[in-house]
Every structure is written in structure tokens, then in C-alpha cells.
């Protein structure tokens, strides 16, 4: 009770009545006796009564085997739960409350330990009681309360209860989840302050979001709730400083009232009519039976929470709808909800992000769809003012970053997530543009929609053109690869289990190629099958199956393991992606993802099917891949074998690099001569044919070689030349650099001639790339830089001739 001295007439008959209806209360108030204890069983609520029967104190069963130590209305039948013990913590069947000298103590039947007690300072208790106001008591003999529910609220207040300055109520999770969700109010600074708390960092970024402006010098010590139904802030001296509900004097008699903060941040006061004759004659006005708010704050919880942090009054990329009073989230179309069983954790989209490379083309995968009425205010990250709302959706689409467009005159671009979503009659003045990938567009490929290829469009692997050359190669890296063939074994059993990759049975593998049926490439290291597996969820993957010449195999089960597992751990969009393995008995292969536009080798020669801007993309992708293999996988990959037919194609024309990591599974064949390398003059770096270290400036050097090839639509040798000094392409390319005639390169190409500053550069890049002193090269970090425009290209020491030194 309040020891307030009392100075207006008005709270003293206030306290009167308090008296009064306690003192009633403690009349009629069956004791509960020390020592007694409650259990809690399936399908029964055993509990203490409130004289009348109004209130129980005891257990509710929550869940199949939850319980919650709880007071509710006892004589309605909707569970109508006012007050809670252990909401983050429900006990199981069996366990037992027990009320002691020292107080009230709820211990689980399962772990034996207390969960709750309601401790009250030193010994005394001496008796318990439900009051027919609400109230769980536990008081000493002389009847003083030493503990009282109504001072340890939950989400509930009832008529005479009063929320002082260091207790809130707090909003359970959801409105069958009584654990604390993270909405709470509070006596704070003179006014009842709401406030979202950040469930996963509590004490971090808690939001205001009612008042809306507090009121300065506002002196509010107390929320009370007197029986016509007035919630009110009241002052230190008495004063009403603020009426948070209205009163209506019939409220008083015929009705049960409660005030609950819910779960969605609304507080409410609700009534219901009580069953008895003499409710009045307005209680017609009301529905029987059921519970009817009759005021609510916020009006609008929607449009109240808009701070620049958190996710508003929904989930991150959902908005929220007020609909009967009541928030509802929506998904945005495009999105789903994260958990469909709680629509506040927010949406997430069902497409892929728009790819940011320059020069993609998968903006013309998305298109802006437009939501009236609609508003996400804060979270901006670039604003354009006096747009015109074509311009803003045009801004918006080609802009990676952006994944939603508020427009209303001026146009804010969103980043994703957005936050803050509101859609309301009220708003008119902005609407929304969303940004969604069109349907069918998806880039993850099911079986089905793969065209079949014919053979010789869709080359995976070695087509055989350079099969001497790789020999050559392998023969000299035998000796090198030993050396570290035993550190690499044991790097990689240690992170053997941390890949994605599937381990395939031979006979899966026959299932999934359809017994290895369609044949799409073969090669030195064997023969490539198309195939299709299943990857759980009815998702089928389309693949491409690598069936590893026995022959060309190294020994060791293990080796294969350890170095096919350290393919698996890259992971870059311009590497082709190892899904899994087989590695039984003799039967070794590896599974890739599939690529459907075939090898960059049956695109680029002849009359090339690939424009200026889509080769020179492919050029920085590939750069890319390498430029990871190089300095960014865990362990540096060589690839050894850099050449068109080593780079694939995706459904977007991305550049993807393949059978990296091979060159330490295969075995060398000792039975080629290195004669065959003088006439192919293909790829392979000159440091192979002396005695010089091989590093990765091998691969760079192939790389220029594959630049030129892509600036100039040919290939590094082509015998039927008209001008005998164009046939070695990296000879001729140092001719015309040197002469200034650069042109003369791309001579047939118009869009490369509009592009002659691109054009000039990029073969520079190159012939920085196959310099023939491995120092002199850039590394592949710097090509990237370089072609990406960051780093400046000098000119590149012209002296030698590129092949003339083998
Ligand atoms: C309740 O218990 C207290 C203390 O033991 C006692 O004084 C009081 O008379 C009891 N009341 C009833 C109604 O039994
Ligand atoms: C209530 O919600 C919390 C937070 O999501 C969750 O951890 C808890 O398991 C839920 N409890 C019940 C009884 O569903
Ligand atoms: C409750 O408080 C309101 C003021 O907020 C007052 O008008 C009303 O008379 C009070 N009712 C009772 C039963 O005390
Ligand atoms: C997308 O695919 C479905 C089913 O395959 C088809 O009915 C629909 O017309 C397609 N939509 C577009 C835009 O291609």
C-alpha cells in the first residue's frame, strides 16, 4: 500500500477505497498454510482460489509438457493469463511449487532445481493468499504483505494495481510464448516511456517509441488503473499528470478489466462482461463472452517505431500492415517469411542478389514492381531530389546495391535489408519501387531446363590440341610436385572434413549420367560425361562428370582424397565449382558444376560468337580466378594449364575457370619428348624448358597469352596467315605495339575500334604478362588492377622476342 502522505482530498479517498477493498479482500481470503504445494499435471489445474473464485494461482499447461506457474481469471473460459512466474523457463509435469517460512519457491521435477521463488527479505512468512483483486500475497502474521505479484508485473496490470518507477512490464514473445519478447514500458523520466528492446543484445539500442516527443518536465512517479477503467500517470503529489485510458464509470461494476503491453507492442485495456444480471444496461453495448479492447497505444504502431536502427515494428524486409487495430507483417512479393511461425522474424528474398560485376548483364534479369501507400523511412544510402519516378526506377534497377526505391518527388535508394515498413491509408505521398529478379530468370539451374548440347559445341576439357604440350609440362612438374607432395597430404587430411563436397559411389554416378551415356568432352586426363544428381529437397543439379583416366592416375587413394578435398575448399564465382567425388577402387571422378555455354575455345576462334565487352569480361574474370588461386585459397594453386579451353562459360557468359588442382592427381607420361612444344608454341611459359623455378608467373604468362587470343579474336598460332609475321600472335602483337599500329590487332572488330584507348591498354597488360624473365611479370593481383583500371600501366620493355627463345 501506498505510504504516501497524502495531501489532496482527492487521493485520500482514493486510498480509502484501496483500504477498503483490500481490507474486504483479507475478510474473506482463504489462507494458503506453510508447507503447502501445488503440482503440476497433465490436463488439470491444480491451484489456490481467491475467496470469490475470481483468481487462481497455480499451474497452466503452455506446451505438451510445459507448464507455467501463473494467476489467470478463473472464472472465464478463455485462458486468460494476468501474471507469470517463469515464462522463459516452463518446468515439466511433476514439478512442485511449495510455499516455505522463507517464501515461495517453484522447483523442476526433471533438473530438481528451483527455477523461480518469490523471496522475501529474511524469515516470517506466514500464510499466502489470492486476493479477489488479482494479487498473490505472501504476508506475515501480522498480516503485513512481504511480497506481492501486483510488484513483480509481467505484461499485465489489473484494476488497483500501480506500476511504480522501477518495475515494467514487459510484452511475452508471442501470444502463446510467454518467454520475453521485446517490447517493454516503463515510468521513466516523468512519463510511461515504450520501448523495443534488442532481444539478442539486451541493454543494446533500445528504442523509444511512444511518446513520440516526451513531455518535458513531466513529473509522473506512478501508472495506475482505478476501477472505471482509467490508466493514468500520477504524480508525487497526487496529481494526474497524464490519462493513458479514458474513464467510464460503468466499467466499474458487470466487467473484468485487465491493461496488457502484448506481444506486438500495443498496450491495450480490454473488458469483459461478466456473466452475472446486474452488469448494467450498457454492458449491451458490449459483445458477451469475449474480450474487448476499448483503447489502445500507440494508435499506430506501424507508423511509431521508425528508428534509423532495428528492423521497426516487423521483421527486416517485411512491412506491417495495421489491420483491426493489430499490426500484421507482410512479405514483400519476391520474399518469403524466414520462420512462417513467427512472421516478426522477417523476410528474405527467394532470388538471387543482382550480380555487381561491371559490364553483367543481369540487370536485365530484374524488373521494379510499384507499391502504393507504402513508406520505409530511414536506412537511405543515396537520395536524388526532383526526379522524375521513371529516372528513380531506372536508378534504382541498374544500381546492384540497391534493392528498393522509396519515391515521392525526391527518390531514396534502400539498401537490403530495408527496415522500417509501413503500408497505410495515410500515406500518400510515397510509394514503393521494389526490385525483383523476373520470374523464370533464376540462375540456379535444374536439370530440366538444359539444353542438350552436341559434342563438339560443348568442350569441357583438352580437346587433344595441346595434349603434348600438358605432357611436357607434367613431365617437369613431377619432380617439383614431389617435393611437395607430402606437406600437401597431410594440410589437407586436416580439413578433410570441413568441405561441402559428396562423396559419390561409382554406381550413383552411373545413375546420374545415365551410364555414362552423353559424352560432352574427353581429353589426356579421360573422358567427360553430362549428368544430373540429386542434391536432397527434389533440387536436381545439373553436372558435369570427369572420368579420370586410370592410367594417368597417380597411386594413392589417399592423395587423390587429400588433394580433391583441397579443390573442394575454393570457392569463387570465376572458378568452376567441384560438387563431389568418387574414389572407389579404380574408378576415379570428379563432379562439376555444369556449364551450359560450353569452353571459351568454341566460342572464341573463327567467327567469334562473343563481343568486345563480353571478351574483355571474360579476361578480368578470369584474372579474378586466378588472381584466388594465386593468393587467396588457403593453399597457393598453380594451374599449369591456363589456355581457352580451360575456361568455361556460365548461362551469363561469367567467365569460369576448370580442372585447377589437377595437374598433383595426374601422372606424367614419361614416353613424350619435349620436341612436341617447339611447334605448338602454345601457352607454356620458357622457364619450363630451362632449369628455373616454376612459380606462378607460369600462369600469368599463359594468361597473356589467352589475353591477346581474346583481344584478337585468334589463336596464338595460326599457320594460314597471309603475312608470314602474323602467325605467332605474340610476336606480331610486340610488332604492331612497337610500330604504334595497335589498330592493325583488331582490325575487323568495330566495337573494338571505337575502344581503341581500352584496346591499347589491355595489350600492354599482355605483353607485360609474357615477358620472358618470370620477374619482369606482373603478378596476377597487378593484372587485375591493371585491366580493372586502379593501377596505371606502364609500357612494357619491348627488347625480345616472345618465342624466339626456347
Ligand atoms: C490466515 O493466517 C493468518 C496467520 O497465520 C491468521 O492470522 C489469519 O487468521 C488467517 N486467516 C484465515 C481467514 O484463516
Ligand atoms: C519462445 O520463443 C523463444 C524465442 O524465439 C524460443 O527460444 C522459445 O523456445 C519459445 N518457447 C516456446 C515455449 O515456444
Ligand atoms: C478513476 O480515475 C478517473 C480519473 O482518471 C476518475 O475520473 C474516476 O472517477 C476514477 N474512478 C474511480 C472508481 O475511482
Ligand atoms: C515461368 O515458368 C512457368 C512454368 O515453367 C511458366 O508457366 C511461365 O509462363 C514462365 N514465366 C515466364 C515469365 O517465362
Request: one cysteine or more; hydrophobic letters at 35%; charged letters at 20%.
Amino acid at each position: 500500500m501506498s505510504t504516501t502522505s497524502s495531501h489532496t482530498i482527492f487521493l485520500s479517498l482514493f486510498l480509502l477505497m484501496l483500504l477498503c477493498s483490500s481490507s474486504a479482500a483479507d475478510q474473506t481470503q482463504r489462507n494458503v498454510s506453510l508447507g503447502s504445494t501445488l503440482t503440476a499435471k497433465l490436463n488439470q489445474n491444480e491451484s489456490w482460489l481467491s475467496p470469490a473464485g475470481e483468481y487462481a494461482f497455480g499451474f497452466q499447461q503452455i506446451q505438451k509438457d510445459g507448464f507455467l506457474l501463473a494467476i489467470w481469471f478463473n472464472k472465464i473460459p478463455q485462458k486468460t493469463i494476468v501474471w507469470s512466474a517463469n515464462g522463459n523457463n516452463l518446468v515439466r509435469q511433476g514439478s512442485i511449487v511449495e510455499l516455505t517460512n522463507l517464501g515461495l519457491v517453484l522447483r523442476d521435477s526433471t533438473t530438481g532445481r528451483d527455477v523461480w521463488s518469490a523471496d522475501v527479505s529474511g524469515t516470517g512468512v506466514s500464510h499466502a493468499a489470492m486476493t479477489d483483486t488479482g494479487n498473490f500475497v505472501l504476508a506475515n502474521q501480522n498480516h503485513v504483505n512481504l511480497w506481492e505479484s501486483f510488484d513483480n508485473p509481467t505484461d499485465t496490470l489489473l484494476p488497483t494495481q500501480v506500476l511504480g518507477q522501477d518495475p515494467e512490464l514487459a510484452a511475452r514473445y508471442s501470444e502463446s510464448n510467454y518467454s520475453t519478447g521485446k517490447y517493454y514500458i516503463k515510468v521513466d523520466n516523468g512519463n510511461l516511456v515504450f520501448y523495443v528492446r534488442r532481444l539478442t543484445m539486451p541493454g543494446q539500442g533500445n528504442i523509444i517509441y511512444w511518446p513520440e516527443n516526451q513531455t518535458p518536465g513531466n513529473d509522473g512517479t506512478q501508472v495506475r488503473f482505478n476501477q472505471s477503467g482509467s490508466i493514468y500517470l500520477q504524480a508525487q503529489n497526487g496529481t494526474i499528470t497524464e490519462q493513458l485510458t479514458p474513464s467510464n464509470s460503468d466499467f466499474s461494476k458487470g466487467f473484468y478489466q485487465r491493461g496488457i503491453l502484448e506481444y506486438d507492442g500495443v498496450f491495450r485495456h480490454y473488458i469483459y462482461p461478466k456473466d452475472n444480471d446486474d452488469n448494467g444496461s450498457n454492458s449491451r453495448a458490449w459483445p458477451s463472452g469475449e474480450w474487448s479492447p476499448t483503447s489502445f497505444i500507440p494508435d499506430n504502431i506501424c507508423l511509431s517505431i521508425r528508428a534509423d536502427k532495428g528492423p521497426g515494428a516487423c521483421g527486416y524486409n517485411s512491412y506491417c500492415k495495421l489491420e483491426d487495430g493489430r499490426p500484421s507483417c507482410h512479405c514483400l512479393s519476391g520474399y518469403t517469411f524466414i520462420d512462417s511461425k513467427d512472421e516478426m522474424k522477417g523476410c528474405k528474398p527467394n532470388f538471387e542478389a543482382q550480380n555487381c560485376d561491371e559490364d553483367s548483364e543481369d540487370v536485365n534479369n530484374f524488373t521494379m514492381i510499384s507499391m502504393d501507400n507504402t513508406n520505409w523511412p530511414q536506412g537511405d544510402y543515396e537520395v536524388f531530389t526532383s526526379m522524375s519516378e521513371d529516372d528513380c526506377r531506372n536508378a534504382c534497377l541498374f544500381d546492384c546495391f540497391c534493392a528498393l526505391a522509396i519515391y515521392g518527388d525526391s527518390c531514396w535508394k534502400k539498401r537490403s535489408p530495408f527496415s522500417n515498413g509501413v503500408m497505410d491509408s495515410s500515406i500518400k505521398s510515397t510509394k514503393t519501387l521494389l526490385k525483383v529478379r523476373k520470374e523464370n530468370s533464376t540462375t540456379t539451374k535444374s536439370c530440366n531446363n538444359i539444353v542438350s548440347k552436341t559434342k563438339d559445341q560443348t568442350t569441357l576439357i583438352v580437346t587433344g590440341a595441346v595434349i603434348v604440350g600438358i605432357s611436357v609440362f607434367l613431365h617437369i612438374l613431377l619432380f617439383f610436385f614431389r617435393l611437395h607432395r607430402k606437406a600437401s597430404v597431410v594440410r589437407s587430411n586436416q580439413t578433410i572434413t570441413k568441405t561441402n563436397l559428396q562423396n559419390f559411389t561409382f554406381a550413383e554416378l552411373e545413375k546420374a549420367t545415365n551410364g555414362l551415356k552423353e559424352q560432352i568432352g574427353s581429353g589426356a586426363f579421360g573422358v567427360v560425361f553430362k549428368g544430373c544428381v540429386e542434391l536432397g529437397n527434389n533440387n536436381t543439379l545439373a553436372v558435369a562428370v570427369k572420368k579420370l583416366d586410370s592410367n594417368m592416375l597417380r597411386e594413392g587413394e589417399q592423395e587423390f582424397q587429400a588433394e580433391v578435398m583441397s579443390i573442394g575448399h575454393t570457392n569463387h564465382k570465376n572458378l568452376v565449382k567441384l560438387i563431389g567425388f568418387c574414389n572407389e577402387g579404380h574408378h576415379r571422378l570428379l563432379v562439376y558444376e555444369y556449364m551450359s555455354n560450353g569452353s571459351l575455345a568454341s566460342l572464341l576462334f573463327g567467327h567469334s560468337k562473343l563481343k568486345w565487352h563480353q571478351r574483355m569480361q571474360i579476361a578480368v574474370g578470369t584474372a579474378r580466378g586466378l588472381f584466388y588461386l594465386h593468393e587467396e585459397c588457403n593453399t597457393q594453386i598453380i594451374h599449369c594449364d591456363i589456355k581457352p579451353q580451360n575456361i568455361l562459360l556460365d548461362d551469363l557468359y561469367t567467365a569460369r575457370i576448370c580442372d585447377f588442382g589437377l595437374a598433383k592427381i595426374l601422372k606424367t607420361d614419361q614416353t613424350r619428348t619435349t620436341t612436341g612444344i617447339r611447334g605448338t608454341k602454345g601457352y607454356v611459359a620458357p622457364e619450363w624448358f630451362r632449369n628455373l623455378a616454376v612459380t606462378a608467373k607460369v600462369d600469368v604468362y599463359s594468361y597473356g597469352i589467352l589475353l591477346l587470343e581474346l583481344i584478337c579474336c585468334r589463336k596464338n598460332v595460326e599457320e594460314n596467315v597471309e603475312d608470314d609475321a602474323q602467325m605467332i600472335l605474340a610476336d606480331w602483337a610486340c610488332d604492331c605495339y612497337e610500330s604504334g599500329e595497335v589498330r592493325c590487332l583488331v582490325e575487323n572488330d568495330d566495337e573494338a575500334l571505337e575502344e581503341m584507348k581500352m584496346v591499347e591498354k589491355y595489350v600492354m597488360v599482355a605483353l607485360w604478362c609474357i615477358q620472358e624473365d618470370p620477374s619482369l611479370r606482373p603478378t596476377m593481383k597487378k593484372v587485375m588492377l591493371m585491366l580493372e583500371g586502379s593501377v596505371k600501366v606502364s609500357a612494357p620493355p619491348l627488347s625480345n622476342s616472345f618465342i624466339s627463345s626456347l
